[in-house]
């Protein structure tokens, strides 16, 4: 293992962040393609999974500090989840609603993330309506004369919203601890950009607003890493929002009940997977003497044992009983 | 005005359109008057004061083709609404919500401007709901192969709506024949634009979107019109939508149900009466010799003649019979 000021381009981080970064993005991967096999084994009702945004989520995740820091992540997150601090079986738990789940006791979505200890903020279904809610959780931060940061994510087609220009407004005005990360992989569902924004990188639109926009490459994750880090540095010196726009691609379909054959040409995937965030890095860490061929492999090897195991518990775990059906609805006293 | 060089400053616009301008302005603002008189009077409900917008106004209106371009006013576009050919008389039945008034029959709140034959589109009274609206029927306008065009007018507090970002970015996405007129007068009723917004321009959003945007003296009535008339040309082209951001302020308080001493100094409203549109046109146009003080004199007479005599009539009018309190709801099919 290599010092810090001996890797090029790491952007500051250490051999050992620079693993961890890895092994985060790896079980972003596995516990993706876990649920999606669960779901098509008649195990889980609905998968939405985030393979290929690996590092645009690990990289934007990892400058934040878990359970002070605030994070809205969308449904497509399970990268941003699992670097805060959510562990498979948390994720797992969720995608088969299980009584013990954190993010809602088994009743919302799966990959609605909910973490109250960790302060990963539960959003609803309809796109974007959670950029208002980081908005406002900025503003209480800023009220409370905090200096927590607020990151909220969404995707290309979430900047058609008026949720999204009414967030970003908001937090130009009030000069606001937030950073907004569109996480634009060239499809809502099947909405190509071209139909969603007559410009070629929506960051152009954080001068809207009267902050900081980058557009930067969501497969490579020291970089997304550097513009994130820049932007928390920023919002948590009083120095307002920042745009985010991390180009990537999801090389998946959309969902579980998602064909995305209709609308997008195997050779444009095949385009993407060629540059799969996670064979990149593996090549990055390798290229740098950051570490070996041996030890990455033990870590793919330690990743895939704890979505295992992770499953295993997560399937023998109990479903909420009917009696607690109206729990979690109203406040409980 | 035989010199190329005014022909350039007035934007090719001849003596006779000039004047017509002038008497649009000068209408609008007697009409404004006249509705805050009767107000105060008790004899309307309430009105929306447009004195101070009438550059802003019938620059940007007097480039259009009435009766063929739609057009989407807000609640203060009284010189738009008679730019594109609405008479004293209809604007006053509006205002008094007479039988016969053609805006809505009496029902719509005073100033939510309509007119089927002049395709001026009623709109709703919550800010911005008229631009997606506007957005919609330039869409139709595409699809059907017109080269109508659409124009969607409203305030600087519209900008923050979600409305108002979702008409943007269609027309950008559709490259639709529209224009959006942004009458930005520092204030959405008492919230200052620096309260609205953290950066000086909002025409700079129309990049965002993926066409031009402008920012053009409200108060100049020519150099609207020259910035509309490029918007125009465009839509009618083909190449898309024109974000325009006319800075004017309102002489007036928001409406008759505002007090605006609580959130402007007197000294901010004197300092812009100063540049009071109906008083600089008059005098630009006497400068380039298209006017004279008896010139003057007769439209401002005529104006407010036709004001009066409006006023008269519209007063003398029926308001709408109780029967028919369920009319204009529901579609009415023939012979039912």
């Known amino acids: ?333 | 005005m035989t010199a190329t060089t005014e022909a350039i400053k007035t934007h090719g616009l001849t003596e006779k359109q000039l004047l017509q301008m002038l008497e649009k302005m000068l209408l609008a603002r007697a009409l404004s008057i006249r509705q805050r008189m009767l107000q105060r009077m008790g004899k309307g409900p309430m009105t929306f004061s447009g004195e101070g917008h009438e550059a802003a106004q019938v620059g940007s209106a007097f480039t259009l083709r009435p009766g063929v371009d739609w057009v989407f006013p807000y609640y203060r576009d009284v010189a738009v609404a008679v730019t594109i050919g609405m008479t004293a008389v209809d604007i006053l039945r509006g205002f008094f919500a007479r039988r016969d008034d053609i805006n809505s029959g009496g029902r719509n709140m005073p100033s939510h401007f309509s007119h089927p034959g002049l395709r001026i589109v009623s709109g709703s009274a919550p800010i911005a709901t008229q631009l997606p609206h506007a957005v919609g029927a330039a869409l139709a306008a595409k699809l059907r192969r017109l080269d109508e065009i659409a124009v969607g007018y409203s305030g600087d507090g519209s900008t923050s709506t979600g409305d108002w970002h979702e008409s943007m970015n269609f027309a950008g996405v559709h490259r639709l024949p529209i224009v959006f007129v942004c009458e930005h007068n520092n204030y959405a009723i008492s919230v200052p634009w620096r309260k609205q917004a953290a950066i000086e321009n909002v025409s700079i959003r129309a990049e965002g979107y993926g066409f031009s945007g402008v920012t053009v003296d409200g108060n100049d009535v020519l150099a609207v019109y020259g910035a509309m008339s490029d918007a125009v040309k465009r839509a009618r082209a083909g190449e898309g939508p024109t974000l325009i951001e006319a800075k004017t302020y309102r002489l007036m308080p928001h409406s008759s149900d505002d007090d605006d001493r609580r959130y402007r100094t007197p000294e901010e409203v004197e300092a812009w009466s100063a540049k009071d549109p109906v008083v600089a046109f008059p005098r630009h146009l006497k400068e380039l010799g298209v006017l004279d003080d008896s010139a003057a004199k007769e439209i401002n007479d005529q104006v407010n003649r036709a004001v009066d005599e409006a006023t008269d009539q519209v007063e003398q009018e029926p308001q709408p019979d109780a029967q028919t309190a369920h009319r204009h709801v529901l579609v009415e099919q023939e012979g039912a």
């Open chain 1, 1 to 333: 293992m290599v010092s810090v000021k001996e890797i090029p381009g790491a952007a500051g981080l250490s051999g050992d962040q620079l693993l961890d970064i890895y092994y985060k993005m790896l079980l972003a991967r596995i516990v993706g393609q876990r649920e999606r096999m669960l779901n098509r084994m008649g195990k889980g009702p609905f998968a939405v999974t985030g393979e290929g945004h690996e590092a645009t989520q690990v990289g934007t995740a990892f400058p934040l500090k878990p359970g002070y820091d605030w994070v809205v992540p969308y449904y497509r997150d399970i990268g941003v989840a699992l670097t805060i601090g959510q562990s498979p079986r948390d994720l797992l738990l969720a995608h088969l609603s299980r009584a013990d789940d954190i993010s809602s006791g088994g009743r919302n979505m799966p990959s609605h993330f909910s973490d109250p200890p960790l302060r990963i903020v539960s959003g609803s279904a309809p796109v974007a309506t959670h950029l208002p809610h980081a908005a406002g959780i900025a503003l209480a931060s800023k009220l409370h004369g905090l200096d927590e940061v607020t990151v909220v994510y969404t995707g290309d087609g979430g900047t058609s919203t008026g949720d999204c220009h009414e967030a970003m407004n908001l937090a130009g005005v009030h000069k606001l601890a937030v950073i907004f990360v569109i996480e634009n992989n060239e499809y809502a569902i099947s909405v190509p950009t071209r139909k969603q924004f007559a410009v070629r990188d929506v960051s152009i639109r954080a001068q809207s607003y009267g902050f900081p926009g980058v557009t930067v490459d969501g497969n490579d994750v020291l970089a997304v890493y550097a513009a994130s880090k820049e932007a928390v540095e920023r919002a948590r010196n009083g120095d307002g929002a920042t745009l985010i726009e991390a180009k990537t691609y999801r090389l998946v379909p959309h969902t579980s009940d998602d064909d995305d054959r209709r609308y997008r040409s195997r050779e444009e995937v095949e385009q993407w997977t060629a540059k799969d965030p996670l064979i990149r890095y593996r090549t990055w860490l390798k290229q740098h003497d950051v570490t070996d061929e041996r030890v990455l492999d033990e870590l793919h090897e330690k990743a895939a044992r704890e979505v295992d195991e992770a499953t295993d518990e997560a399937e023998k775990a109990p479903t909420p009983t009917p009696e607690s059906a109206l729990r979690h609805v109203f406040v409980e006293e």
